[in-house]
C-alpha cells in the first residue's frame, strides 16, 4: 500500500493497543538547559496492531495477516510495534487447544516470524504469546529489539480467573524494564494496568 493511501488520522484511529509500551515518567519530559551532545528527548511513533477485524484458519495464517498489516505502518516510521494479546490464538474458526501444546520457549513458533520482521525494517515489536519457563506457562509480552533479538519478557501478573483455570501461572509482581534506544520502557497486558504495582 502507497503511504498516500493511509491518512494518519484514519491508521491511528483504527490502531488499538494490545500490548502496550510506555515511557518511565519524566523520562521524555522537556528538560530546561539542554547542551549540545546531551541525551535529548526525542518522538517516537508507536504502531499498534488490532484484529477485531481479522480472522484466520490457524495460527501460522493470523500470524501472516499481522505481518501484513505491519507492513502497511512503514511509511510512518514506527519505533515500536505493539501486537494485543494472545493474537496468534484469536479470532480463529473453530481452533480449540491445549496450553501445554502451544506455549513456547521463547523464540517459538509465534515469536520467531517477528524476529525476521524487524530484522528488516529497523523497530521493536512487543510481540504476546503463551511462553514456557520451568514448567510454568505465562501470558507473555515479548520485547523484540531492532537487531532481531529477545530483549525482554514481561509475564502478566494478573491473569483473569479464566486464564488462571486453563493453567496460566501468575508473572511475578516486580515487572521488568526495559532498555531501548529511545528510552526505558515497560509493558503491561490488559487490565493489569488498573492495578498499583504495574
Do not use: W
Request: aromatic share 10%; with cysteine; net charge neutral.
Amino acid at each position: 500500500m502507497k503511504p498516500s493511501n493511509i491518512s494518519r488520522r484514519k491508521f491511528l484511529g483504527n490502531a488499538s493497543l494490545g500490548a502496550g509500551a510506555f515511557g518511565l515518567p519524566g523520562y521524555f519530559s522537556q528538560a530546561e538547559g539542554i547542551k549540545s551532545g546531551d541525551n535529548v528527548p526525542r518522538h517516537v511513533n508507536i504502531g499498534t496492531v488490532s484484529i477485531m477485524d481479522i480472522s484466520a484458519s490457524n495460527p501460522p495464517d493470523m500470524i501472516q495477516k499481522v505481518l501484513d498489516v505491519m507492513e502497511n505502518m512503514f511509511p510512518y516510521k514506527p519505533d515500536i510495534i505493539c501486537l494485543p494479546e494472545i493474537f496468534a490464538y484469536a479470532n480463529i474458526a473453530n481452533h480449540h487447544y491445549q496450553l501445554k501444546d502451544v506455549a513456547e520457549k521463547v523464540p517459538g513458533a509465534v515469536v520467531t516470524p517477528f524476529l525476521n520482521f524487524v530484522r528488516t525494517h529497523n523497530c521493536y515489536v512487543i510481540c504476546p504469546t503463551y511462553s514456557l519457563h520451568d514448567g510454568n506457562i505465562y501470558i507473555s509480552a515479548v520485547l523484540i529489539s531492532r537487531q532481531g533479538k529477545v530483549a525482554g519478557e514481561y509475564h502478566k501478573m494478573r491473569p483473569a480467573e479464566s486464564e488462571l483455570k486453563m493453567g496460566i501461572t501468575p508473572g511475578k509482581a516486580n515487572p521488568p524494564v526495559f532498555e531501548t534506544d529511545f528510552g526505558k520502557i515497560g509493558v503491561q497486558i490488559c487490565f493489569n494496568v488498573k492495578y498499583e504495582e504495574g
